[in-house]
Every structure is written in C-alpha cells, then in structure tokens.
C-alpha cells in the first residue's frame, strides 16, 4: 500500500513519526496545537497527524487546505468546515488519517504489540461475558488485532468511542490486499502497510434503488 490511497470512497494517508515536518506544512494553530502537547512524543504525534491529514484531504482535492484541530469532544476539527469527514490514528512510528464525504474512522497498530492488544481484548470481552467472534479470522493477521482495530475504526466513525463496535459482529472476508467486512451500511477494511495494521471504516454506498 503506497503512502497515499484512494479506498472505498476515503482518502487515506500516512506519515512516519520521526519524519521531518517543514516549516510551511503545518498552520501557526496546528503548530501551537502540538506545542501545547505533554512531551514529545505526544507532540510528534499531533504534528504527524496533522501532515497526513494535510496529504488525505489534498488527494480529495480540498484546496485551500483548512486547519485540522481539536474539538471540544477530542475529536479532529477542520476550520473552515470543507464538507469532509476526517480520522486520525497513530501508533507504534506510524500516523494515518482518512477523509471522506461519508463517516469515516481509521486506525492503526503496530504487530509488535499483538501480545499487549490480545490481552486488552480478552479482559473487554471477559468482562462483557463474550467471546471471540469464531468470524473474525484471516490467516495473515491476529484475531485480537483485527478485533481491536475494528472497534477502534467504528468507534472513531460513529463518534461513540471504542467499545460501542463490540456489539457488531464482525464476519471477515480474505480480500487480495487483506480482509474486508460489512456491517449493516457501514464497511471495514483491514491491510498490512509495513509493520502496522490498517482498519478503515467507510459507508457502503448504495445504488439509486437502495441496494447496498
């Protein structure tokens, strides 16, 4: 996967942690945004972000580019509004963000940090007196990740947080780049881009006659 890619209507883009930012990338309120930050490596993790978002929104042809911040809700806000949803992730040296004319969520995880994510997986589902989905599986990556990142990507598309896509049941189907599933409108997914694994959360389009 390149590092800019047109994906069931969404534009997804990435940029490395440790990349340099230039000077003219980032607005003076972005910029102070990630000054504002605890530490460095939550401040790389904002201006990483930002840059991404910048790339996303350019390849959807959004010109000028608005300023991506924060909202009250912590959630990404683009000023001026430009008709776009927009979802940012970063973990592990990786940030992506996605846009779209539709709700969209994204995220990310670094493999290193399969035995970490499958704990935190097992606990939620422990605690919720569910098990793991026997539907969710692909040869090519970990059922815990691509749970995870599941309900991180429809979290972040819905706005209602990380865990309100453990209600869905997530069936995943092998696609030539990764796996792809489908819950009521709304489709993820999942591919490798290096070392980290990629979920997006897009809505599936419908025809004039109202079928998916």
Known sequence: MPAAAALDGAHVAFRRLDDPIDDGELSPGERALASSAKGEPRRREILSGRAAAHAALAAAGVYPLPEVLTSPERRPLLVP????????????????????????????VPFARRAQIGRTVRSALEARAATMDPMIRDPRFPPALLLWTGWEALGKQSGEGVFCGMEARLHSEPDENGAIAVVGERRLRWWRHGAHL???ATVVPRDPTGKA
């Open 81 to 108: 509004p430009c008709g776009f949803w927009l979802s940012l992730a970063h973990d592990g040296d990786l940030a992506v963000a996605a846009c779209s004319r539709a709700a969209v969520g994204v995220d990310v």
């Open 198 to 200: 990629v979920c997006l």
